[in-house]
Nanobody, 117 residues
Framework: VQLQASGGGVVQAGGSLTLTCKAPRTIFSEYTTYTMGWYRQAPGKQRELVSTITSDGTAQYVDSVKGRFTLSRSNSRKSVSLKMDSLIPEDTAVYYC?????????WGQGTLVTVSS
């Protein structure tokens, strides 16, 4: 399962970016059974969970992004979008899309987000 992530880039602190992740056609018929999410890995740090969203649209967030990031999913378009507002330099990382079902995870290729101060 290869997820397609896009939307990274360079933005000034206080700015916004939206990351999008699209599921491959191989899981279209079962897309609603997957919990989708985003992780990130900053230079020299371990990968951390940013946000997840279940098939019914229930989203959860790590404390550091609550109130600034919004994760949504479209079951018809088989995609998720992470809207990131009020970005800070500490948000700089490679962001990875994730699809999880029954304890098995699949990943996208990662997209770099750089927030300049």
């Amino acid at each position: 399962v290869q997820l397609q992530a896009s939307g990274g880039g360079v933005v000034q602190a206080g700015g916004s970016l939206t990351l999008t992740c699209k599921a491959p056609r191989t899981i279209f018929s079962e897309y609603t059974t997957y919990t989708m999410g985003w992780y990130r890995q900053a230079p020299g740090k371990q990968r951390e969970l940013v946000s997840t969203i279940t098939s019914d649209g229930t989203a959860q967030y790590v404390d550091s992004v609550k109130g600034r990031f919004t994760l949504s999913r479209s079951n018809s378009r088989k995609s998720v979008s992470l809207k990131m507002d009020s970005l800070i330099p500490e948000d700089t990382a490679v962001y990875y899309c994730n699809a999880e079902r029954r304890g098995a995870s699949s990943w996208g290729q990662g997209t770099l987000v750089t927030v300049s101060s």
